[in-house]
């Protein structure tokens, strides 16, 4: 029996930014899981979903990077993984494609071609596979009124200063019939795009990856409102010393993710927590603090009040690791993403909120117990409509 790796790949990985910390993790669980599956298995969520996406091990990578380190080169530079964990799979690492990002001079539209003449090199090497985009560039200043971009024509008649370098990679991938994962901060589902993305067919999954803090912010905040405790104030505090968060300590480019951080709190609970002070009680802070690097560490202080009004207190330290919570949360929407596509979504869907910070699309579900059970009902639903697509070619 062929063992996975000696088969032809079954989904393809297109990572904007693949020599980032989350990039290179993501690039060493594909390595990893064509020898030993179950150092990766147990930590995707998609795992057991989705068998007419083939193999869940079958997968290929290749992407985009400004580095001119190699894979492996930038696998050692971020340290996220011991050398020992990922020195057995460096053959496999090095026949990663990564091509250079556009120059920031060309036009949007020359971008987009560039993109496009890569994107098909990848899915010559890899004809059986389904290419999905996913987004890891850095976050970044988000586009003035962006709402005024209502055409794609509009966005490529645009000189590069000034316009996200995302949106160059969502075009390209859209406009190729590719879906999308947008898992940064930055807002990439302009009106322009989510037109095109309804035109071609193709599935928008985004934004923000919800990784470590904020997600057991949402576990926790359901949990108290459905208890009917009042949260009174939240103090945040995010450390981390790798690339993301020297990025971050740039204003303007932690606005995005700080924003989505922040509304998630008040939109969960049905009130603005601080209310009765006048102003927001909820606080979220992020340092770089280099001696952490990519093992991230956060604190919350939570002030919550009971019957009378007696106050109470929760105290939460998660030591994470930023890419190794992120890296398998990529893998998953990429498999959604695929998923949806060969179902016949198309355009954003708020269902996947449960991944995101700032899920994209209309209603998109709040609580954690909603978006548990938005979860299953698209996933019913792929199933259902999969089925009647293999009855009707029967």
């Known amino acids: 029996m062929d063992k996975p790796s000696d088969r032809s790949p079954q989904l393809l990985l297109l990572v904007a930014g693949a ?18 599956p ?54 496999r690492l090095g026949h990663l494609s990564v091509f250079n990002t556009p120059d920031a001079s060309l036009s949007i539209a020359d971008q987009v071609k560039q993109l ?3 994107i098909r090199q990848c899915r010559e090497r890899c004809p059986d596979a389904r290419p999905v985009m996913i987004n890891l560039l850095p976050a970044t200043c988000d586009i003035a009124d962006p709402a005024r971009f209502t055409a794609v024509d509009q966005l490529l008649s645009q000189p590069a200063a000034g316009i996200l370098p995302d949106l160059a990679y969502m075009i390209a991938a859209i406009d190729a019939g590719i879906p999308v994962v947008n898992f940064t901060p930055n807002t ?25 803090q904020t997600y057991f912010k949402v576990v926790l905040a359901s949990a108290l409102k459905a208890r009917g405790l009042y949260v009174d104030g939240w103090y945040s505090l995010n450390i981390l010393g790798n690339a993301d968060g020297l ?10 993710k700080l924003n989505n951080k922040t509304s998630l709190l008040d939109d969960i609970l049905g009130y603005s927590v601080g209310e009765r002070y006048g102003r927001s009680a909820h606080k979220v802070h992020i340092d770089y603090y280099p001696p952490r690097g990519d ?5 919350d202080v939570i002030d919550i009040t009971g019957i009378f009004g007696m ?15 992120a890296a398998p ?18 355009g954003p869907v708020p269902e996947l909120g449960f991944y995101f910070k700032k899920p994209v699309g209309e209603r998109a579900p709040l609580t954690f117990e909603d978006q548990l059970a938005a979860l299953a009902s698209l996933e019913s639903r792929i199933d259902s409509r999969i089925a009647e697509q293999s009855h009707g070619d029967g």
């Open 247 to 256: 990025n971050l300590m740039d204003p303007d480019h932690a606005c995005g």
């Open 329 to 346: 949360m990529a893998l998953d929407l990429a498999r959604w993403a695929a998923a949806l596509h060969a179902a016949g979504f198309a």
């Open 188 to 212: 990439v589902e302009l009106p322009a795009i989510c037109s095109l993305a309804e035109a071609k067919g193709v599935p928008i999954a985004g934004r923000d990856g919800k990784t470590g």
């Open 311 to 325: 106050p109470m207190s929760l105290r939460l330290n998660l030591q994470g690791r930023d890419s190794i919570l």
């Open 116 to 118: 496009q003449a890569d």
């Open 19 to 36: 020599k980032g910390a989350i990039g290179t993790t993501l690039a060493a669980a594909v390595a990893a899981m064509q020898e030993n």
């Open 295 to 299: 093992a991230k560490e956060a604190w």
């Open 38 to 91: 179950q150092l990766v298995l147990p930590g995707l969520t998609t795992a057991g979903k989705f068998p007419f996406l083939g193999d869940c091990t079958s997968v290929a990578m290749a992407g985009w990077d400004l580095s001119a380190d190699d894979i492996t080169g930038a696998i050692a530079r971020h340290g996220v993984l011991p050398e020992g964990m990922w020195r057995p799979y460096e053959s």
